[in-house]
């Protein structure tokens, strides 16, 4: 189906790319077709010739063709293929005079035709008869790199390439290269450095000058912070400096000039006008931060300066001696001052004076008078200023460039910021602006904010040059200035942006001589990195349309200037790029450049034409032609191409049928045998364009090009509609857009400069407006630039995937969605209704304007209704584009890919043309009920984004159980239901509102229950009806507020069905109103049917903030939430669980104070087991406490470490005080044990102090002694009686003093003191943690509750975590994430525990307390921490050893009790496992089984649990073991350095080792030595080692273990002795095993084997590791006691 894309094989070509050629444009005439086989895409015409390309990318020429030197006639009729073109793929082609040019796929560039200008960039030879490749070459880059090109335009004796990066490069001859030389011809392709940086569009090339389409820059993104010696509003220097010869004049005579605007009305361009004409000036408003159009002045050439007319005052005329210096008027004048030369051949300037031009700041001459505006110049003394320019420069050479050369005053510049219109607020930048008059743009100098700052500092640079002269090549100084002509000023009318100003510095730096004209402030800027300014388009445009061809453009010319062709407003030539200002903000998308005129198309489709108009080639009779002015063509004519030939144009535009139209205007081609009438009456004339009456005989014309005499048309047949259809689709779209264009320049700008506007609209509607005109700005733009896209489309390709309305359909979409709102939200508020009587005061009563621009069918419609029906229009655009993409598709098989395509964005902008409908009717709706029910609470309910959906003002809703009197009005908008009474009314958000139907069964009525967060009411319909339309609609609204649509509404484009019911559960926010505890609290987070639940944010008005889940309207689960403490200026901070809406479980508060807790909380209470610490170790009382809570009090046992005195307290404790039994140590040593009440030590005591000196009787207070008691001295001798005074003070007493004799030694051992009758017993200790691990299991109490919940509460808290893991995996490592998944499974078994099942479960319970995510991980976690804090530090004191001792025997028996719980099976401590089943054959049979257990059957706790609970204990324990043994450990210690100085042989002899078992032969390194005399440290060797390894074990089974290893070693060793079997007595043992314990050298042995007694397991003290170890501790005894003779 895709016929029209292929050739087609009629006539030899297809049906596409025919191309017409014809001259003039009388009636007789007739376009002659050209026949190629293929179908041509584009074709350019040259004076005398033609250059086509067709489909495939060959290149035919027709025509003149001089340089073809094998052509018998010069003159080709038939086109003749570029065979020196075959190979490559050409993408552009372009003509000039007499030379060619085109572009081919790889960016490459080949040229030919006349040369002897340098016009086709290949030096040396005058004609190239064929296509030549020219490259052209970047020298910046380095490597010189190849430029990509894209374009190529030809003129004269000139040629243009636009390269890849959008910049341009020029060759050839004349100064309509733009290049910065005098040199012609240029025969390299060379940048022209004015653009650069710049984003170039297109360009064109005339006979003799340059145009080129250019992008804007964006506006500079923020004012900059001015330094305060600058002016606040021109950011010019306050303060000036003049360099004298030997003096500096500093002046403060600035007047701002910002404000002075030139009134248009009464000026002419000093061209037309009289030479003498005065300006005048007014003031005006500008804002120096918007781009100000700059216009140049042209100097009257009689001595009169530019004055106030009323007081006009001569000028001094100036010494004939000084010659003149003329201005160059251009359009915009340099950024920075620079050093102009003399325009003057004749008369060289004898003393070289120099005048300098500056933006925004200007030097007057002397004695001129000034402007009204104020201002004066900076410089005072304008002579020192000239001389000492003189001094710069004595020895400037000029150069001839103008035509006409007169002498010039350098009168007044005046540097007025000026804006082409009254700029207002509301105005967005995207609309176009038009200038006041065409005089205007010759009479203002450049200026924009950012430019006035250089200019002082431009002074300094100037004397810089003496100081850098030496960097500029030594050339002549005339070369020097004549490199320094004016760099054509900023490139654009946004002037302010510095990155745009850096770029241009940096590549001034690169060029040599120009330092001058940089300052070095500037200088020092450059080092920064040079950015790339990218285009924006105004009004913040997403870059998603970054792709569409961009609308704000401005079109630079350059070159001669004779005929006015350059559109600045005069004659004279431009060497450099100048912005044509007049067409800046008329969206310019394409130039065309004749001989001697210049052709600009608009996106609204106009066509400005300036230059030579001899033939009326301009379209148009205005004057000056000079200045660009839009051809005059009836309205309804949208011209989308234009060509440009000698003296003709030719326009193609849209008429009123599909098929495009033609107009010529210009020159008519006589052709002798027809002399019609009509061009006798118009001679060779055309007044305006006319309508060439064969154009509707060509097909559909896609494009069209003029040159020499000659136009072409290229034109397509229309196959299967596929070509109309296009060319509709375009033409609607450029349509659109002219029309919005209309409504914004001819509606909103002279309504928006009306001053009562404002008032008239007040506050709302009037921010409603600025938003409904931003928002059409941007429908308007996104418009353009379709049909600048749609247009340049129709051109070029016609594949359908590049339609921007296909491929951005969601961008046209939202746009259009969001201008329907913004329209809507007006006329919601009445906002048309305020626009009539601005309407009526702009457009007079009958406001014809507003009526013919709303093609408003209706008559007599209220202007308010009109201006609605006018700005909903943009809608019906939807349905055209729906209609047109539908017909699009109709040209496609059903099957194929496109037509689905364009079915489906036929259907998105159908169905959004009739949503956007349902809401205009929606917001019509709710106008007329705001305007039927006027009100105040009407009035407060109303808002510009709500939409009333339905109300019960008809009774048809009511509520139930409602009084008899009582009104209930319900209203049900888009984001509220609303149920009002006499005089009040309470709004309900929609999303927290649900609602359900009561059936009908029993009650027989139809209500619907309405639940909202603190209400829930119940409304009665009045039949089935009202029920099912309320619901239904009350449902939708819901639906859609949840969506977060707001008044949209369901976009159609997501083509969601809705719902029948919006979900139950839901985000929304809600503040509460009335529940107390969350009053004017904001809740944000999960709901369901009515209540907070799921996580959610609470803030409330005094800044509490509760962060977490919720569950039924409470805070439950885990939660975080601050308290601001304003006293301290801090916050409170819980982090933890929560219950029914209260701290309950673990959880951590950070108080205000610097206190923190952790551990467990009921009922906002801390209460369980948790810890205290207050203060920092620097502050005042730093202190921790760990134990038991009750109630927010610490009662039960706890351990208080009071850092700051050094004590810590381990005992019981009442409400907050120490009560009960306790003991406390001190870092002195000091160790008391006893009752404590009221916090004091009171009642029955033990005291203990380092020396061992003991009291035990009665205490009052702390560390006093008060009563009857027994105070026993180290020695023994103690007194009885009773005492007072504090410890450590002098103690008074009364009684008897008793020394017992040596022979009462018997009696006296029952005088030691036995210590921890007192303490707490271990039992009682911590018995919080172990109650909080039952409760974790699910029982109340220990022992109390199911198995089987305590393994599924296990299970829950392991996937919990698991899960949690998941979310944030940085929480545990890899090992602890491995163990968790090992924790998963559940050791399962049936029957009696046997071995297996035991280690089954000995496993599980080493993972389990591994990771504090299991119910017993976290209890020996908790234990260790407590232990740790008991017997660290302050605790570490030899006395606690018993009690710590206990402490860890309690911990066993009852974690055990757990294990137990568990595993039920287990027998209890002491028991023994089962046997495993025998097989039945090997019975023994009964009388041979032993009596006693097998060691390693007996279950014990410490088996089980010790190698779990040791290691982690072991550090503080053994420091206690440590500090109790340390006197026997230093004795034996002793004895041990003394007998290891002995060689083995000798210990062994001394200690006796019977001599057989004395090793002959030992093996050291693996050699087998003699034992000799002087042998040390080698006997029994391998025992040593393996006995050293006691002190690298933690559990006493695992320390049994060595010792058992060190006897088989030692035995081992003795086997091999005695070569026979043998059993050891104790007598020969016991020597050699004192031997290798000497040897061992186990520094802490009285430590170990008290560590060992103590916590051994029962059962193995009387079996083989019970003997061993005792002969361990009788070696430690028998060596304390060892004496050496």
């Known amino acids: 189906m895709e016929k029209q894309i292929s050739c087609g094989e009629e006539d030899g070509s297809g049906e596409r790319g025919l191309l017409h050629t014809w001259m003039g444009y009388s009636y007789s005439t007739t376009p002659e077709r050209i026949l190629l086989s293929r179908p041509v895409l584009q074709a350019a015409l040259g004076a005398r010739h033609g250059v086509l390309l067709v489909e495939g990318g060959q290149v035919y020429s027709f025509g003149e063709l001089p340089w073809k030197q094998n052509q018998t006639s010069s003159v080709v009729t038939e086109p003749v293929l570029e065979a020196a073109l075959s190979e490559q793929r050409v993408v552009f082609v372009a003509a000039g005079s007499a030379h060619s040019g085109v572009v081919t796929e790889d960016g490459g560039m080949h040229m030919w035709g006349e040369n002897t200008h340098g016009q086709c960039g290949l030096s040396g030879l005058s004609v190239i008869p064929n296509p030549t490749p020219v490259g052209v070459l970047d020298p910046e880059a380095t490597p010189p790199q190849t430029v990509k090109i894209l374009e190529v335009a030809c003129g004269d004796q000139h040629t243009l390439a636009l390269s890849g990066k959008h910049e341009v490069w020029a060759w050839g001859s004349g100064c309509q290269l733009g290049l910065n030389t005098s040199t012609f011809p240029v025969w390299k392709p060379q940048k022209v450095e004015h653009l650069a940086g710049r984003h170039v569009l297109q360009v064109a090339c005339g006979a003799t000058h340059s145009l080129a389409v250019v992008c804007c820059l964006p506006p500079p993104q923020e004012p900059r912070k001015l330094p305060q010696d600058k002016c606040g509003q021109c950011h010019q220097m306050l303060y000036t400096m003049t360099d004298k010869e030997d003096h500096v004049i500093i002046s403060d005579g600035h007047h701002c000039p910002v404000g002075v605007e030139l009134d248009s009305g009464e000026t002419t361009s000093a061209f037309e006008g009289s030479p003498d004409q005065s300006l005048r000036f007014k003031q005006g408003k500008s804002s120096p931060t918007e781009p100000v159009p700059s216009m140049s002045t042209q100097i009257p050439k009689s001595p009169t300066s530019i004055a106030n007319p009323e007081s006009t005052t001569p000028t001094e005329s100036k010494p004939a001696s000084e010659p003149q210096t003329e201005v160059p008027a251009s359009s915009q004048e340099p950024v920075e001052p620079a050093i102009e030369h003399s325009e003057e051949p004749e008369a060289p300037p004898t003393n070289g004076e120099v ?78 602006v038009t200038p006041m008059g065409s005089a205007f743009n010759n009479l203002v100098v450049s200026c924009a904010s950012a430019v006035g700052e250089r200019v002082a500092s431009t002074y300094e640079a100037l004397s810089l040059r003496k100081v850098i002269g030496y960097w500029v090549p030594g050339d002549r100084v005339e070369e020097r200035l ?211 009456p064969f154009c509707m005989n060509l097909g559909y014309v896609s494009s069209v090009c003029a040159g020499g005499q000659r136009c072409a048309a290229l034109t397509d047949c229309n196959v299967m509609g596929f070509i109309a259809s296009l060319h509709e689709l375009a033409a609607a779209v450029r349509k659109y857009y002219c029309k919005l264009s209309n409504i914004s320049s001819l509606l909103l700008q002279p309504l928006l400069k009306l001053d009562s506007l404002s008032s008239a609209l007040g506050l709302s509607s009037g921010g409603l407006l600025q938003n409904l005109i931003r928002r059409l700005g941007r429908l308007s733009q996104l418009t353009g630039q379709t049909s600048a896209s749609l247009t340049s489309f129709l051109r070029r390709s016609r594949d359908i995937r590049g339609l921007v309305i296909l491929d951005d359909a969601h961008l046209f979409l939202d746009t259009y969605s969001e201008y329907c709102s913004a329209v809507g939200d007006l006329l919601v508020m009445g906002g048309f209704q305020a626009l009539v009587k601005p309407c009526h005061d702009v457009f007079g009563k009958g406001a014809e304007v507003v009526q013919k621009l709303s093609e408003c069918s209706e008559e007599g419609l209220p202007l308010a209704d009109v201006l609605a029906h006018l700005f909903y229009l943009p809608i019906k655009h939807l349905h055209e584009y729906g209609r047109l993409l539908l017909k699009l598709a109709t040209c496609y098989e059903v099957s194929s890919v496109d037509y689905q395509k364009l079915q489906d964005a036929s259907s998105k902008y159908e169905s959004m043309a009739l949503h956007l409908k349902r809401r205009r009717k929606e917001a019509e709706y709710t106008l007329h009920f705001w305007k039927s029910f006027p009100g105040k609470m009407t009035d407060s309910l109303r808002k510009p984004s709500r939409r009333l959906i339905c109300e019960s003002s008809n009774k048809a809703l ?144 005094d800044g509490r903030i509760y962060t977490g889940t919720f569950k039924n309207g409470l805070e439950d689960g885990f939660g975080d939430y601050v308290v601001p403490n304003k006293n301290l200026s801090s916050c409170d901070h819980y982090q933890g669980q929560w219950k029914d809406g209260k701290m309950h479980g673990f959880g951590t508060f950070r108080y205000a104070s610097g206190e923190i807790y952790e551990g467990f909380f009921q009922d906002n209470m801390r209460h369980g087991h948790g810890m205290l610490r207050s203060g920092k170790l620097n502050s005042t009382s730093p202190s921790v406490f760990i134990g038991q809570w009750q109630n927010d009090k610490k009662s039960g046992y706890g351990v208080f470490d009071d850092i700051t005195r050094g004590e810590k307290y381990m005992g019981m404790w009442l409400d907050d005080q120490r009560q009960g039994n306790g003991v406390v140590v001190t870092q002195f040593s000091l160790y008391y044990e006893g009752a404590f009440s009221n916090n004091k030590m009171m009642g029955n005591g033990l005291l203990l102090s380092e020396d061992d000196t003991t009291f035990e009787g009665e205490f009052s207070e ?96 392991l996937t919990a975590n698991m899960r949690q893991q998941r979310d944030s995996p940085e929480l545990l490592s890899r090992s602890q994430h491995k163990t968790l998944e090992s924790l998963e499974f559940i050791p399962q078994h049936v029957g009696p525990v046997t071995l297996e099942v035991h280690h089954k479960i000995r496993r599980y319970l080493v993972k389990a307390c591994d990771t504090p995510l299991h119910p017993l991980g976290r209890l020996v976690e908790t234990l260790v921490s407590v232990y740790r804090m008991t017997y660290v530090g302050v605790g570490a004191n030899r006395r606690l050893l018993p009690q710590a001792v206990n402490e860890i025997k309690s911990y066993l028996s009852r974690i055990f009790q757990l294990v137990r719980f568990l595993f039920p099976d287990l027998p209890e401590e002491g028991g023994s496992l089962a046997d495993p089943p025998k097989e039945k054959g090997s019975s023994d049979p009964a009388g041979k089984q032993l009596e006693s257990p097998k060691p390693g059957c007996v279950v014990s706790s410490s088996a089980l649990l010790l190698p779990v609970l040791l290691p982690r204990l072991y550090p503080p324990l053994f420091t206690l073991y440590a500090l109790e043994k340390e006197k026997e450990d230093d004795v034996y210690w002793e004895c041990v350095l003394r007998l290891n100085k002995q060689p083995d042989l000798a210990l062994l002899a001394f200690l006796g080792v019977q001599q057989k078992f004395w090793p002959v032969t030992v093996t050291v390194h693996g050699e087998k030595q003699e034992v000799l005399s002087s042998t040390k440290d080698a006997c029994f060797a391998s025992a040593v080692e393996t006995l050293q390894q006691i002190s690298t074990t933690f ?24 070569k026979q079997d043998f059993l050891w007595s104790m007598d020969d043992l016991f020597p050699v095993f004192l031997f290798v314990v000497l040897r061992a050298r186990i520094r802490n042995l009285g430590s170990e084997v008290s560590l060992i007694e103590d916590l051994m397991d029962p059962c193995v003290q009387h079996g083989e590791h019970g003997i061993m170890f005792t002969t361990l501790k009788a070696s430690y005894y028998q060596i304390q006691h060892e004496k050496i003779t």
């Open 958 to 1101: 009511t509520l139930q159980n409602a009084g008899r009197f009582s009104v209930n009005w319900f209203m049900l908008f888009n984001d509220a239901l609303v149920h009002a009474q006499f005089s009040t009314h309470h709004v309900f958000p929609l999303a927290t509102l649900w609602v359900e139907p009561i059936s009908e069964e029993n009650t027989g009525i139809y209500g619907l229950k309405v639940t909202s967060p603190e209400e829930s009411f119940t409304l009665l319909a009045s039949s089935p009806a009202e029920k099912a339309k309320w619901l239904r609609s009350i449902n939708q609204a819901v639906e859609q507020a949840l969506s977060g649509l707001g008044h949209d509404g369901m976009p159609p484009s997501t083509g969601v069905t809705q719902r029948a019911d919006p979900p139950i559960s839901r985000t929304a926010t809600y503040t509460f109103y009335k529940d107390s505890r969350l009053k004017e609290a904001v809740y944000e987070g999960r709901w369901v049917s009515g209540k907070p639940n799921g996580r959610g944010v609470v803030k409330w008005p």
């Open 355 to 432: 005048c300098v031009e500056a933006s925004e700041t200007s030097i007057s001459e002397p004695g001129s008078c000034r402007a009204t505006g104020g201002k004066s110049s900076p410089y005072p003394d304008e002579q020192a200023v000239k001389a000492y320019l003189k001094r710069l420069c004595d020895h400037a050479q000029a150069e001839h460039t103008t035509k006409t050369p007169s002498t010039l005053h350098p009168a007044q510049l005046s540097s007025d910021c000026a804006d082409c219109f009254t700029s207002d607020p509301l105005i967005p930048v995207a609309q176009s």
């Open 1595 to 1618: 559990t006493p089974s695992d320390k049994l273990q060595v010792i058992q290893l060190t006897f088989e070693e030692i035995t081992q060793e003795v086997l091999a002795l005695l």
């Open 1262 to 1357: 702390d560390w006093t002694l008060n009563g009857k008691g027994v105070l026993t001295m180290p020695n023994g001798d103690y007194i009885e009686g009773s005492f007072s005074g504090v410890w450590g003070s002098g103690l008074k007493m009364s009684g008897s003093y008793y020394k017992p004799s040596l022979y009462d030694s018997d009696k006296e051992k029952t005088r030691a003191v036995k210590l921890g009758r007192l303490a707490v017993h271990s039992e009682e200790k911590w018995k919080a943690v172990f109650l909080e691990c039952w409760n974790r299991l699910g029982c109340d109490s220990p022992g109390q509750g199911q198995t089987t919940t305590a393994w599924d509460n296990i299970a829950v808290a």
């Open 482 to 692: 004549r490199q320094e002509e004016p760099m054509q000023g900023k490139k654009s009318s946004s002037l302010g942006d510095i990155r745009e100003e850096e770029a241009e510095l940096s590549r001034r730096l690169s060029l040599p001589g120009l330092l001058s004209q940089v300052s070095p402030r500037l200088l020092r800027r450059t080092s920064r990195h040079r950015a790339r300014a990218i285009p924006l388009t105004p009004g913040g445009i997403p870059e998603a349309d970054a792709h569409l061809p961009p609308l704000q453009t401005e079109v630079w010319s350059w070159g001669h200037g004779q005929e006015g062709q350059l559109g600045h407003g005069d004659l004279l030539p431009r060497p450099q790029p100048v912005c044509v200002k007049s067409l800046n903000g008329k969206e310019v998308l394409r130039v065309a450049a004749g001989a001697h005129h210049s052709l600009a198309l608009t996106a609204q489709s106009q066509v400005f034409s300036w230059g030579c108009n001899t033939s009326g080639q301009l379209g148009h009779m205005e004057t000056p032609t000079t200045l660009p002015h839009l051809a005059k063509l009836s309205d309804g004519i949208r011209v989308w191409d234009i060509g440009a030939g000698q003296q003709h144009t030719l326009l193609l535009a849209d008429g009123d049928c599909i098929q495009p139209i033609l107009y010529y205007s210009g020159q008519q081609v006589k052709e002798v045998m027809e002399q019609t009438e009509e061009e006798e009456q118009t001679g060779e004339y055309t007044q305006q364009p006319v309508l060439l």
